[in-house]
């Protein structure tokens, strides 16, 4: 498996994180859920 490399790292800002909207509702959709726990998710 390869890595990945940084290039141009001058032009490229840092990541800070994700920054959700959570929709109003009371229940997400299931496909707003499957995302949210995809991106908590750390392997």
Known sequence: MADLVRVL???CPQFA???LYYPSR????AAFS???DALRYRG
């Open 9 to 11: 790292e001058d032009w």
């Open 17 to 19: 994180g994700y920054h």
């Open 26 to 29: 009371r229940q997400p959709s």
């Open 34 to 36: 499957v995302l949210v």
